[in-house]
């Protein structure tokens, strides 16, 4: 089974980028669909961005597409979530999440492994 650890979390100014990782361990990433949630505090825990198993094709939430690209570094099994022109809305807990299902997925219980969360911090 994989295990995730995510990082790059912090606070910036609204307008600022920040770039996440998502380190795998244990499987590499090619085997598992993967996925990027945000939860902020009394909200749910909702869908950012995906990327289906290989790598074939990447999608997005609107709330952030034009904004947000995910990447893949096979060679260091670490997807990333590159985050521009931040707004206080994107401001939450960021996890990356996999499953071993084919297809694409928006719903977190449709993802069987988790990592602990960065927090994302944007100020006005």
């Known amino acids: 089974q994989v295990q995730l650890a995510e990082s790059g979390g912090g606070l910036v100014q609204a307008g600022d980028s920040l770039r996440l990782s998502c380190a795998a361990s244990?499987?590499?990433?090619?085997?598992?669909?993967t996925g990027w949630f945000r939860q902020a505090p009394g909200k749910e825990r909702e869908f950012v961005g995906g990327i289906t198993r290989a790598g074939l094709s990447k999608y997005y939430a609107d709330s952030v597409k034009g904004r947000f690209t995910i990447s893949q570094d096979n060679a260091k099994n670490t997807h990333y979530l590159q985050m521009n022109s931040l707004k206080p809305e994107d401001t939450a807990v960021y996890y990356c999440a996999a499953s071993m299902s084919w297809g694409t997925s928006r719903l977190p219980n449709e993802y069987d492994y988790w990592g602990q969360g960065t927090q994302v911090t944007v100020s006005s």
């Open positions: 244990g499987r590499t990433f090619s085997d598992y669909r």
